[in-house]
DNA sequence: CGACCGATTGACT
DNA sequence: GTCAATCGGTCGG
């Protein structure tokens, strides 16, 4: 399938996050590929964002959030997890969007060793319904910070396409300020959005 | 420098 | 439902 362009993410992250639903993740790491269709993600908008980690400007730990859109962004938090963020936007806006959850396609047997589950189980939604658990899953960390989604090494391409009506919106989750904004978008129904 | 808290998760009452 | 894990960023003194 397709590699999304550069064109997909240099726009508003409201409009990438919403354009990234259905889209398919794929992550290589040596002879072993990850995939999986994005079915939830959460918009944060730089500067005027109370909510994002480039709020308060560039830092080092934020700067690749001021890239060009097409990066991956990936911090540490809670003193244990990592999160998935696709930069979006002009460089210097410090825009992104997180990546939420996933609904596994490739590497599932992998995703459930990176995840400590029985390989003998059925996939169950909790491998990855969350920005730590599908970081976890498909074996990215701080090391993938700053990563070129136009490389072979993690990259996006086409979905199916999706109906507007299959897709809802929300507040964001886990925040305290900008918590009246709903930039949460999710593909209505579907088993792996995170929360319930 | 110390205190607080976070774009979370999982274990436990 | 509550709460600990665990550490880097941020802010106040």
Same mark, same amino acid.
């Given at each position: ?46 500067? $005027?964002? %109370? ?6 400007? &560039?830092?080092? #730990? !934020?700067?690749?959030?001021?890239? =060009? ?32 959850? $996933?609904? %596994? ?6 995703? &459930?060793?990176? #995840? !400590?589950?029985?390989?003998?189980? =059925? ?32 990259? $996006? ?40």
């Amino acid at each position: 399938m397709k590699k999304l362009p550069r064109s997909f993410y240099t726009r508003s992250p409201l409009l990438v996050a919403q354009d990234l639903l259905g889209k398919i993740l794929v992550r290589k790491i040596g002879k072993h590929v990850f995939s999986g269709k994005i079915v939830e993600v959460e918009a944060y908008r730089g500067e $005027l964002d %109370p909510a994002s980690h480039a709020y308060r400007g &560039k830092t080092k #730990r !934020n700067e690749v959030m001021f890239r =060009e859109g097409g990066f991956l962004y990936v911090y540490f938090t809670y003193g244990m997890h990592f999160c998935a963020n696709v930069v979006t936007g002009k460089a210097n806006k410090g825009e992104a969007v997180l990546i939420r959850a $996933l609904e %596994p396609i490739e590497g599932i047997e992998d995703m &459930k060793r990176n #995840r !400590n589950m029985p390989p003998d189980k =059925e996939p169950m939604y909790s491998l990855t319904n969350g920005p730590a658990k599908l970081c976890q899953a498909l074996d990215i960390d701080g090391g993938n910070n700053g990563t070129d989604l136009l490389g072979e090494e993690i990259f $996006l391409t086409e979905g199916k396409s999706l109906l507007k009506s299959a897709t809802g919106t929300s507040t964001r989750v886990g925040i305290s300020r900008g918590k009246e904004k709903k930039w949460r978008f999710f593909i209505k129904g579907n088993a792996w959005v995170s929360k319930k």
